[in-house]
C-alpha cells in the first residue's frame, strides 16, 4: 500500500513561486503515473499537472507555462514547481499515484497541502 504526504505549501504574495513535494513511502512502482490536482472551496478537483513513468506530462490548461511537474523514482518524490501565482490558484493541492495494468491496480491520494496566493 501506497501513503503519500505532501508538503511546500503555504501562503505567497501574487507573483510568487512555490514547489510543492510528495513523497510516497510503501509499495510504490515506477510504473505508476504521478499528478498534483487541486480543489478550490466550492469548485470541482482539477488536474494541474501529471507525469507517466515515461515521464510524459500534461498540464491543466490554466497553469499551462506556469508550472512544471518531476519526479523521482528512487526518492519515490513528485515535485511541482509553480511561478506567477495568482489569487485563483488558492486551493488545496493533492497528490495522486495510479496505476492500471494487467499487474496492479491502485489509485491513491494524499491528503493535501494548502496553497493561498494573497497580498
Known amino acids: 500500500q501506497v501513503q503519500l504526504v505532501e508538503s511546500g505549501g503555504g501562503l505567497v504574495q501574487p507573483g510568487g513561486s512555490l514547489r510543492l513535494s510528495c513523497v510516497a513511502s510503501?509499495?510504490?512502482?515506477?510504473?505508476?503515473?504521478m499528478g498534483w490536482y487541486r480543489q478550490a472551496p466550492g469548485k470541482q478537483r482539477e488536474l494541474v499537472a501529471s507525469?507517466?513513468?515515461?515521464?510524459?506530462?500534461k498540464y491543466g490548461d490554466s497553469v499551462k507555462g506556469r508550472c512544471t511537474i518531476s519526479r523521482d523514482n528512487a526518492e519515490k518524490t513528485v515535485w511541482l514547481q509553480m511561478t506567477g501565482l495568482k489569487p485563483e490558484d488558492t486551493a488545496a493541492y493533492y497528490c495522486?499515484?495510479?496505476?492500471?495494468?494487467?499487474?496492479?491496480?491502485?489509485?491513491?491520494w494524499g491528503q493535501g497541502t494548502q496553497v493561498t496566493v494573497s497580498s
Open positions: 495522486n499515484v495510479y496505476e492500471y495494468s494487467s499487474l496492479r491496480n491502485y489509485d491513491v
Open positions: 510503501g509499495t510504490f512502482f515506477s510504473t505508476s503515473t
Open positions: 507525469i507517466t513513468a515515461d515521464e510524459i506530462t
